[in-house]
């Protein structure tokens, strides 16, 4: 990985999981028993990414949400508490902070999180709402960081957020800078999941769509992840004019219409983006 940008998806999910593309997607991400060296390993990251789905949850309704004894989920919680990755509480178990001790540091290490947080800072504070930064790994969009300015409405991002790429601006500006064969692959896996109605689920449209975004140099999203909010995001790319993540903003639709939605805020979205690529190009 170079920049927080990875390749391959080492744990995708087959189309046929699905049965279509416009499905509601799941947090799981994980191939069939057979690929997957060590099944204990997957077992205990399924459980604590169920616990994350379902805020917390006791033994019995965690054994049923995935279909296992409790004897073995209890024995996968304890030594998984013991190790300090779950908090044990009256009601059941939680997923603890070491995680977010974890990610901290990994965001830490990218050149990415680095050179754009400053410049995504700013951004926040020049325009008054949501500035974002996301990277794609395993084929998903990631929310490296964000920053609110004074004007910004509460939202469900934080970072770690992981999100379908089709959903958002910021994941539609990258899938336009790879090749149609990265691309079809990721869908392959994932499909087309809706978060809204205004969420795009047809591949032709997505195509069509990202070649607006390659010749545009910038993606929209209006109301695609979140019903009301709308989305200006452009890609960082590398000198190859591979991407490495991509700068957005995001408001209420009431205030991001006209010339603001047009023009002005993907002038300012675009020269972020611009700032970051040359910053990576001539960072330590």
């Given at each position: 990985?170079?920049?927080?940008?990875?390749?391959?998806l080492?744990f995708?999910?087959?189309?046929s999981?699905?049965?279509?593309?416009?499905?509601?997607?799941?947090?799981?991400t994980?191939?069939?028993?057979?690929?997957?060296?060590?099944?204990a390993t997957?077992?205990?990251?399924?459980?604590?990414?169920?616990l994350?789905?379902?805020?917390g949850a006791?033994i019995?309704?965690?054994?049923?949400?995935?279909?296992m004894?409790?004897?073995?989920v209890?024995d996968?919680?304890?030594?998984?508490?013991?190790l300090?990755?779950?908090?044990?509480?009256?009601?059941?178990y939680?997923?603890?902070?070491?995680?977010l001790?974890?990610?901290?540091y990994?965001?830490?290490q990218?050149?990415?999180?680095q050179?754009?947080?400053p410049?995504?800072?700013?951004?926040?504070?020049?325009?008054?709402?949501?500035?974002?930064?996301?990277?794609?790994q395993?084929?998903?969009?990631?929310f490296?960081?964000?920053?609110?300015g004074e004007?910004?409405?509460?939202?469900d991002?934080?970072?770690?957020?992981?999100?379908?790429l089709?959903?958002?601006?910021l994941?539609k500006?990258?899938?336009?800078?790879m090749s149609?064969?990265?691309?079809?692959?990721?869908l392959?896996?994932?499909?087309l999941?809706?978060?809204?109605e205004?969420t795009?689920t047809?591949?032709?449209?997505?195509?069509?769509e990202l070649e607006?975004?390659r010749e545009?140099?910038?993606a929209t999203?209006r109301?695609?992840?979140?019903?009301g909010?709308w989305?200006v995001?452009?890609?960082?790319t590398?000198?190859d004019?591979?991407?490495?993540?991509?700068v957005?903003?995001s408001?209420?639709?009431?205030?991001?219409?006209?010339?603001?939605?047009s023009?002005?805020?993907p002038?300012?979205?675009?020269?972020t983006?611009?700032v970051?690529?040359?910053?990576?190009?001539?960072?330590?």
């Amino acid at each position: 990985m170079e920049n927080g940008y990875a390749h391959g998806l080492p744990f995708g999910i087959t189309k046929s999981f699905y049965g279509d593309e416009s499905h509601t997607h799941s947090m799981h991400t994980y191939e069939d028993d057979t690929e997957v060296p060590v099944k204990a390993t997957r077992t205990t990251f399924e459980m604590v990414e169920a616990l994350q789905e379902l805020d917390g949850a006791g033994i019995s309704d965690l054994a049923r949400h995935l279909g296992m004894p409790k004897t073995t989920v209890y024995d996968h919680l304890d030594t998984l508490r013991k190790l300090g990755y779950v908090t044990a509480l009256d009601d059941g178990y939680q997923v603890s902070t070491r995680f977010l001790d974890l990610g901290g540091y990994a965001r830490k290490q990218m050149k990415i999180y680095q050179v754009g947080k400053p410049e995504v800072r700013e951004l926040a504070e020049t325009t008054g709402e949501h500035a974002n930064i996301m990277i794609e790994q395993h084929g998903r969009g990631i929310f490296l960081y964000k920053s609110e300015g004074e004007d910004a409405v509460q939202l469900d991002t934080y970072a770690g957020l992981h999100v379908p790429l089709q959903t958002t601006a910021l994941g539609k500006s990258i899938l336009a800078h790879m090749s149609e064969d990265r691309v079809t692959e990721i869908l392959d896996h994932y499909g087309l999941p809706a978060d809204t109605e205004n969420t795009i689920t047809d591949r032709e449209e997505l195509f069509e769509e990202l070649e607006t975004i390659r010749e545009q140099g910038y993606a929209t999203d209006r109301g695609e992840r979140v019903k009301g909010m709308w989305c200006v995001a452009a890609p960082i790319t590398d000198p190859d004019d591979d991407p490495v993540g991509s700068v957005s903003v995001s408001g209420p639709k009431n205030r991001m219409h006209g010339d603001r939605f047009s023009d002005i805020l993907p002038d300012k979205v675009l020269r972020t983006a611009n700032v970051i690529e040359v910053n990576l190009t001539f960072a330590d």
